[in-house]
């Protein structure tokens, strides 16, 4: 059927390595997108994209019928909405 694509396993192996970064950077300091480069701290935008990175893993893995990775990356996200860095106080 033309414009439907296919997750093979090689390509979602990739995005969970992309996924599995996300995560471990979603409530590290860094420089944001609009803030001096020379100090780090929390953004909300940084983690928010982080955030968005897992969750759209987790939704190729329910479509590409990837079940584990698609309940792993569902408790993530939670334990990502739990941490709130947007919160911190600086």
Not at 19 to 31: I, V
Not at 38 to 65: F, P
Request: include cysteine; hydrophobic fraction near 50%; charge should be positive.
């Amino acid at each position: 059927m033309p414009g439907t694509a296919v997750v093979t396993g090689a390509d979602f192996a990739q995005l969970e390595v992309l996924g599995e970064r996300a995560f471990y950077l979603h409530d590290k300091p860094d420089a944001g997108i609009w803030e001096l480069r020379s100090r780090a701290r929390i953004h909300t935008s940084s983690s928010i994209m982080c955030w968005a990175a897992c969750d759209r893993l987790a939704k190729i893995a329910a479509w590409g019928n990837f079940l584990q990775t698609y309940l792993m990356v569902g408790i993530i996200n939670g334990a990502m909405r739990l941490s709130r860095p947007w919160d911190a106080v600086v």
